[in-house]
């Protein structure tokens, strides 16, 4: 049987490696990541929502994954006995303009198969009495809570026990003759190739030949969490999000321990790994974000201008609380919130169309396959994109 590599070890690379071995369609599969822990970046800094996939356009390949992947995710959980919290969510609207979105959302929910219902204000009670509406709310009772941690060493036990070798520490830095070449010289030779590497999928791409059009143009989602366990909510609180952007506004969610956390953020990142100001700045990527985002700025494209003018107020803990505060009842000056761990959007920005890519891109060539824009919700995604990998590699 033939060998796969696959580069990153994040939840999409472990997914896909997991479904190569249970299919047994690879003799050997092999992990890369250039951190010394599996899922260092992107996966153990999820907020761990489950997403039901309502949100996005149903040509979307997201639309496409996100609704079996939410029901993949949920059963992976419930069949390994991880923390979870069956919290559900309601999206609610601050005006008529919004309530005609929430009305949009329902329809799109049906689209892409997903469970969902777009009730009264005067229900929202039942729900979350917690939150505050217009006219319309949309429940969404499948969106749950799990732990990214748990279900990323369970899945790194998992993998381990079939066989499956995670190369740690290394990073590739080449590519000749079917073979990918580590920064420590050393050479893995590979029949079939996923590039599954996130934030460093473009250019990890590019040693393939991949050619596009797309730039990276980071953003750092912050988050606050509550200092004690959450007594006050019921579930998830969502703000009716611009549907022409990718991201979905500060909320409120529950962790699968039951803490509160505000956020995310959007704010422009230099790096795709840029979590404090200055710090994990990439030599070769830095200075093209930063002029990408210069121009960006200049030229207000995708109202980039206005959205980072609105975020780096974020950088105050008080902003994100005054902005949670929008759309619950209850006064969240009440609770006690830290700074949480951040994480990093590695968006991709599309030079020739000029605007934002909010779709998961899946290039092909030869024998590899590259995974780009791995954005959200590529973690409720991930057991279905490693299906849907691995249905091609089998017809190859």
């Keep these: 049987m033939p060998n796969l590599v696959i580069i990153g070890s994040g939840i999409v690379g472990l997914c896909i490696a997991r479904e190569a071995k249970k299919k047994d369609t690879f003799d050997n599969v092999t992990i890369i990541d250039k951190e010394i822990y599996p899922g260092f970046h992107s996966t153990s800094r999820n907020s761990g929502v489950i997403h039901a996939g ?3 356009s149903p040509d979307s390949t997201k639309a496409k994954f996100c609704s079996e992947g939410n029901s993949l995710m949920r059963e992976y959980v419930l069949n390994n006995s991880l923390s979870y919290k069956a919290s559900g969510k309601v999206v ?25 219902r777009v009730l009264e204000s005067k229900l929202i009670k039942n729900y979350e009495p917690k939150a505050k509406t217009n ?27 079939y066989g499956v070798k995670i190369c740690l520490g290394r990073k590739v830095v080449g590519t000749k003759n079917k073979s990918v070449i580590l920064d420590n010289g050393d050479e893995i030779k ?3 190739l996923v590039n599954a590497s996130g934030g460093y999928a473009l250019p990890i791409s590019k040693l393939f030949g991949i050619k596009t059009s797309y730039k990276i143009l980071p953003f ?22 611009d549907i022409n952007q990718p991201f979905l506004g500060v909320h ?13 953020t959007a704010i422009p990142a230099f790096s795709p790994e840029n979590y404090k100001i200055f710090d994990n700045l ?68 599309d030079l020739k169309k000029q605007n934002l890519e909010n779709d998961l891109i899946i290039e092909f060539k030869d024998s590899t396959i590259h995974i780009l824009n791995s954005i959200s919700p590529a973690w409720t995604c991930a057991f279905k994109t490693a299906q849907f990998i691995l249905n091609y590699l089998n017809e190859i």
Excluded: M
């Design 282 to 349: 990439d030599i070769k990527l830095t200075p093209d974000i930063l002029f990408l985002q210069s121009s960006l700025f200049i030229n207000n494209n995708f109202r980039f201008r206005d959205l980072a003018l609105r975020e780096f107020r974020y950088l105050f803990k008080e902003n994100i609380v005054k902005s949670a505060q929008e759309i619950t009842n209850y006064n969240l000056k009440d609770i006690d919130f830290d700074w949480y761990s951040p994480g990093i959007r590695a968006q991709l920005y």
């Design 220 to 241: 750092k989602g912050l988050y606050l969490k509550s200092k004690n366990k959450n007594d006050v909510f019921k579930t998830h609180i969502y703000p009716v999000p």
């Design 135 to 161: 006219n319309l709310f949309l429940w969404s009772p499948n969106t749950w809570s799990a732990s990214p941690k748990e279900v990323l060493n369970c899945l790194v036990n998992e993998i381990c026990e």
């Design 54 to 56: 309502f949100y996005y």
């Design 92 to 116: 609610v609207s601050k005006n008529d303009k919004e309530d005609k979105i929430i009305e949009i959302l329902g329809k799109r929910a049906v689209k892409n198969n997903c469970k969902v």
């Design 190 to 192: 590979y029949d079939f």
């Design 252 to 264: 409120t969610t529950l962790t699968s321990d039951n803490y509160l956390k505000l956020g995310p």
